[in-house]
């Protein structure tokens, strides 16, 4: 199955280096490319609606924060992977708040840009190790702090936060803890709001950023 894949970037030569990267590779295939967030939602009107948008975060018109926040808002299945230059926190933090699933700098490899796209489809998020390393500064800054204790999460949380970062289903993960699934959706909600996060994605990210599972 190949996954289609959008482009925004509004340095063309760029855009083209990585529409080429993008061809070559197995399993995607590159739908279209656009220069701001204004034309990429254009051809979303068109309803050519790629799998991933590989977004870039300075641009014109209609920057990276606006264009994802406009992406989770509007069409929240679409993937989105963040490039830059910049791997300032306060950057890659709002990329990840507006609904980036990964971050990615531009001086990455080829194959990290593949692994990047393989670990949207297959886990629902990417981080690599720079970017992890700086979400964890920034959002605990403190390490003496337990952020278990700190949150005040169970033993039987914590084990369902494990298991919800792993590539389980939930029926899956009731039948690893030999609980019921309406069980494990308490779990879910409890840890949801112990954690102030609204989906797996973000929860298996903040788990990790915090340090509650290991990188």
Request: with cysteine; net charge negative; aromatic share 8%.
């Amino acid at each position: 199955m190949n996954y289609t894949v959008a482009i925004v970037d509004d340095h063309r030569l760029m855009a083209q280096a990585i529409a080429d990267l993008v061809q070559r590779m197995d399993n995607y295939e590159v739908l279209y490319k656009a220069e701001n967030g204004e034309e990429l939602i254009h051809y979303f009107n068109q309803n050519r609606i790629p799998d991933i948008v590989l977004l870039d975060v300075n641009m014109p018109k209609m920057n990276g924060f606006e264009t994802a926040l406009w992406l989770k808002n509007n069409y929240p299945d679409v993937k989105i992977l963040a490039l830059s230059i910049n791997d300032g926190e306060e950057v890659i933090l709002k990329m990840f708040r507006n609904g980036a699933r990964g971050y990615l700098i531009k001086g990455a490899k080829p194959f990290e840009l593949k692994q990047a796209m393989d670990d949207i489809i297959k886990k629902g998020f990417y981080y690599s190790d720079s970017v992890t390393d700086s979400l964890v500064k920034s959002l605990n800054p403190n390490p003496l702090v337990d952020p278990v204790q700190a949150l005040g999460l169970t033993e039987h949380e914590l084990t369902f936060i494990k298991l919800a970062c792993e590539e389980l289903t939930y029926a899956e993960i009731a039948e690893k803890m030999t609980i019921s699934t309406n069980t494990v959706n308490s779990y879910q909600e409890n840890v949801f709001q112990k954690l102030a996060v609204t989906s797996r994605v973000s929860l298996a990210l903040k788990a990790l950023r915090l340090g509650i599972v290991p990188m």
